[in-house]
Nanobody, 125 residues
């Protein structure tokens, strides 16, 4: 059974940084593309960033380009989201997700098969 566990969320002032982690188990981690999504109160879940199963390719949503970086450590079965220059509008619950084995990158939530429970990020102004 695939399990994804996010950590690293918290309260930070605008302009600050946080690093989210997502530890995976129950799958051959290096074979799966991964993504980060977020959901703010009253809003739909939105794509943040995705990384290929080998880690050689990644892309971000326009709203976080230049500020957020997705990376992965296949030896530790962990994917990261480094978030810099945080803004109040980045406040949301952040989720990591795994897509199907050897699949390509995707920004569509319904194309991901496994999800973590989420970690809250709150950015104060």
């Amino acid at each position: 059974q695939v399990q994804l566990v996010e950590s690293g969320g918290g309260l930070v002032q605008a302009g600050g940084s946080l690093r989210l982690s997502c530890a995976a188990s129950g799958l051959t981690f290096s074979n799966y593309p991964l993504g980060w999504f977020r959901q703010a109160p009253g809003k739909e879940r939105e794509f943040v960033a995705a990384i290929s199963w080998r880690g050689g390719s990644s892309y971000n949503a326009d709203s976080v380009k230049g500020r957020f970086t997705i990376s992965r450590d296949n030896a530790k079965s962990t994917v990261y989201l480094q978030m810099n220059s945080l803004k109040p509008e980045d406040t949301a619950v952040y989720y990591c997700a795994a897509r199907g084995i050897f699949r390509g990158l995707s920004s569509k939530a319904d194309e991901y098969d496994s999800w973590g429970q989420g970690t809250q990020v709150t950015v104060s102004s």
